[in-house]
């Protein structure tokens, strides 16, 4: 099985919601509220018909850039 790579090279990984909210620095609880409000990328079935998800580790990477230059962005206007 091979796996799909990222731009610069590495393995595209499935990270599971406790490694999620531990990047973020948020509860696991609010990491569901953010999902529901359609603000973090929603997760994918591990296994099909299964319960397990996890969310795409370039996914979530995405994520903590975008606010990371949301917030740059917000500091010039000030």
């Given at each position: 099985m091979?796996?799909?790579?990222?731009?610069?090279?590495?393995?595209?990984?499935?990270?599971?919601?406790?490694?999620?909210?531990?990047?973020?620095?948020i509860?696991?609880?609010?990491?569901y509220?953010?999902?529901?409000?359609?603000?973090?990328?929603?997760?994918?079935?591990?296994?099909?018909?299964?319960?397990?998800?996890?969310?795409?580790?370039?996914?979530?990477d995405?994520?903590?850039?975008?606010?990371?230059?949301?917030?740059?962005?917000?500091?010039?206007?000030?």
């Amino acid at each position: 099985m091979a796996f799909k790579t990222c731009s610069d090279n590495k393995p595209q990984r499935i990270i599971r919601l406790s490694e999620v909210a531990s990047r973020l620095g948020i509860s696991k609880s609010y990491a569901y509220v953010l999902q529901t409000k359609g603000l973090l990328p929603s997760p994918i079935k591990i296994v099909e018909g299964g319960r397990a998800a996890g969310y795409l580790e370039t996914e979530i990477d995405a994520f903590i850039n975008s606010r990371f230059s949301a917030s740059l962005g917000a500091a010039d206007h000030e």
